[in-house]
């Protein structure tokens, strides 16, 4: 058995590392979204005691409160997985493929913004009083 190389060891720790934030979080989203809505984890709930506090004060967590959660979690997700697992950074040799990915993440936006944007109106006009069929005739 060859022993790991300094290198191949250093990605594996990378991978590694990333690994775990991903999966930490992602299970604090599940947590967030289970436990914020006053469900219950079983036996890790002892464990998992970091979302309660605001389950004491309030009972349940309102829902815009748990989706700007996930949202950020989201977003930290999405960091750990370019940093970790497609080494990209903010230093001057990574600036293009850095701009690459936020110049796809802006027409994405652009896309999905317009669609939603373009269904918006549409549904608009399709809902203007008349019954269905009286507007064509």
Partial sequence: MKPISGE???DLATYLTGFVFALLLTLLAFGLVIVGRGGSLGSIDKVLDIFRYV?????KMPCHLIIVGVIVLAILQI?????YFL????GSPQNWNLLAILFALFIIIIM????LWIMNDLNGHMLLGSPVGTAYK
């Fill in 87 to 90: 080494h990209l950074s903010f």
């Fill in 8 to 10: 191949s060891y250093s």
């Fill in 112 to 115: 999905v913004g317009g669609t």
């Fill in 55 to 59: 389950e004491v004060i309030t009972g």
């Fill in 79 to 83: 960091s750990v997985h370019l940093r």
